[in-house]
């Protein structure tokens, strides 16, 4: 029997990005001035850095070298070599690359290497920018003191075939922003540069904690996969030089720009950030933080998080306003996605209806695009968890394809494994839901979608956690404030306390108040909120809110109230009303 040797090692994986396509437009150009690069750039960096190839796959290497640094020297020379090699080709026909690097005991099988570090090492590549390098986190262990390069955190990452999660870092090559990929470039993604922000301190150490606010802020605001945001290397260039936002804009080819300053006054610490449209000037957000400086790690964590929810939203908000403002027809994918978001946050018929069309569009317009596969997805979940669908099964068989779509065209979209959690939860198979948003938690735990998810897999459970399912809609609103789903947060808190107390009152009253407010919630918000007026005596109030439940949905009736919803405790919550739906009919709700 053969006996395979094992031993400590670094493996690098690289891969052309979109080396289809490219030999679709000239198969011959494409692997000529491949070649002409494995002889004059990346063959010759592996030699001088002692790398061994392992395997050549056509439009990608398996390279195996003596120690994390060598792989990474390697690397970076490639890369920047690389770019610099291609500057004079168009952009859509550029070569680049990705490479992942991972180190650990690998088994050895004649002249090929085998295990998990192998296995990872490709993984991780695929999470690489273009022009990028990504490691793992025992190579930036190994790397740590090394003051040449700088190593930004991805945090956790789920990679397909790995049952774990893998903690991801990125080597900054200063030349990932120069070939962005064709699903960016198609989708038209807003595209963010966070620049570095001022010291407006007189101490020089305060400069560190502003450095690392706004490289803090670079890795949350990446883990977006609706922003295209600018590396650490490439933003950092703008250090202590004269900022004009047009040219930044030119320069960088970004949408907005991020700016900020820090001041300290003794032990207190100011903060300020703005989000700037680029082409324009036109200041579009702006905030101020201040706090004590009792835990440096802590503090810079929490302004983090603080620029983070409040800039988030905003990008957002503005992106469907620009959407709104276009014509139809020339809408880009991405475009169509953002004003099919605002259709379907109203939930009105016509708007689920509308949206779903723009959804498909936007798939037809880019087959390779997995946002709206993700948006299809949620839109059969929604005409179930909010009594349209005629036919449940059949959404859940529809949006399960759509949700399956959408990972495998970008498993790192959090919004995929968020609506195939959701579509999970409705077939009961509550385990698989929660795997699947912990890996939506693990990309982007920013998200306050992966929290009201977290709601809805309680929801549908015959005995479900009300305390978890009220942390979570309680973080949701913290991540999210301004967020067009904000109703749907408050009234998962509402339900959540309606079905602990399995009684519909005064106990409810803040969460639902807040609900109905906001004018994309829900007819049954207004319902519930009429049978909470109703029991604290005041008809007038019961009133208006019935009549805003029948403008919101005008065939809302009796019978949706009753049958409309699928979820387990439905039937008992509804039995606790039952006394108050009748006054309700008498003051105009239909029986069907």
């Known amino acids: 029997m053969k006996t395979l040797e094992r031993r400590a090692t670094t493996i690098a994986a690289a891969d052309v990005v979109g080396f289809s396509r490219l030999v679709t437009l000239d198969e011959e150009t494409v692997f000529a001035r491949l070649h002409e690069l494995r002889q004059g750039i990346i063959d010759p960096a592996i030699a001088e850095n002692g790398g061994r190839i392992v395997k050549s796959m056509g439009d990608g290497l398996l390279v195996e070298f003596p120690d994390p640094a060598a792989a990474i020297r390697a690397s970076l020379y490639a890369q920047r070599a690389i770019a610099a090699h291609e500057d004079a080709v168009p952009e859509d026909r550029r070569i680049r690359l990705r490479v992942g690097i991972n180190h650990g005991s690998v088994l050895i099988d004649g002249t090929d290497v085998l295990g998990d570090v192998v296995n990872i090492a490709a993984r991780l590549e695929t999470l690489s920018a273009p022009g990028g390098i990504c490691i793992s986190r025992t190579v930036r262990d190994m790397m740590a003191n090394d003051a040449t390069m700088t190593i930004i955190g991805q945090g956790m990452q789920y990679v397909r075939n790995i049952p774990a999660p893998v903690e991801v870092w990125q080597v900054s090559t200063g030349v990932e922003a120069a070939s962005r990929s064709t699903v960016t470039q198609s989708a038209d993604r807003p595209s963010v540069i966070v620049l570095p922000f001022d010291n407006l301190s007189p101490a020089v150490e305060d400069g560190f904690l502003a450095d690392g606010i706004a490289e803090d802020l670079i890795n949350e605001l990446s883990r977006f996969r609706s922003l295209f945001v600018i590396a650490r290397g490439s933003s950092f260039a703008y250090k202590e030089r004269p900022q004009d936002m047009r040219q930044i804009a030119q320069d960088m080819r970004v949408r907005y720009v991020v700016q900020g300053a820090v001041r300290r006054a003794g032990s207190r610490l ?14 579009i957000w702006s905030d101020r933080y201040d706090r004590d400086m009792s835990d440096l790690f802590a503090l ?44 379907i946050d109203m939930r009105t018929t016509g708007g689920v209806r509308t949206a779903t069309a723009l959804f498909k569009a936007a798939a037809e317009a880019d087959p390779s695009y997995a946002l709206p596969h993700a948006l299809l997805g949620r839109v059969h979940a929604v005409r179930i968890y909010s009594g349209r669908s005629r036919n449940p099964r059949e959404d859940v068989v529809a949006g399960m394809y759509h949700a399956d779509r959408a990972i495998e065209l970008d498993d790192r979209l959090e919004l995929g494994h968020i609506t195939l959690a959701q579509l999970l939860t409705l077939q009961g198979r509550e385990s698989d839901a929660r795997d699947a948003l912990a890996r939506a938690r693990a990309l982007n735990h920013n998200d306050a979608l992966v929290y009201n998810a977290q709601t809805f897999i309680n929801l549908f459970q015959k005995d479900p956690d009300t305390y978890e399912m009220e942390a979570a809609g309680l973080e949701a609103i913290r991540l999210s404030p301004q967020d067009p789903m904000l109703w749907s947060f408050y009234w998962m808190l509402a339900v959540a306390i309606w079905m602990r107390d399995m009684h519909l009152g005064e106990n409810t009253r803040q969460y639902l108040e807040s609900a109905a407010r906001h004018p994309g919630a829900e007819a049954f918000v207004h319902s519930a909120m009429a049978v909470v007026s109703l029991r604290a005596g005041d008809t007038a109030a019961a009133r208006r809110s019935l009549d805003q439940a029948l403008l919101v949905r005008p065939g809302f009736s009796l019978e949706i109230i009753k049958y409309g919803f699928h979820f387990p405790k439905w039937p008992a919550l509804v039995a606790g009303i039952k006394d108050d739906l009748e006054p309700l009919v008498e003051m105009g709700l239909p029986r069907r």
């Open 270 to 283: 100011r903060v300020t950030a703005q989000l700037i449209e680029a082409e324009t000037g036109h200041q």
């Open 300 to 343: 810079q964590d929490d302004i983090t998080r603080c620029i983070v929810t409040g800039l988030t939203p905003e990008i957002g908000a503005h992106e469907r306003a620009m959407s709104r403002a276009k014509p139809t027809e020339s809408l880009s994918a991405w475009e169509m996605c953002q004003r099919g978001l605002t259709e």
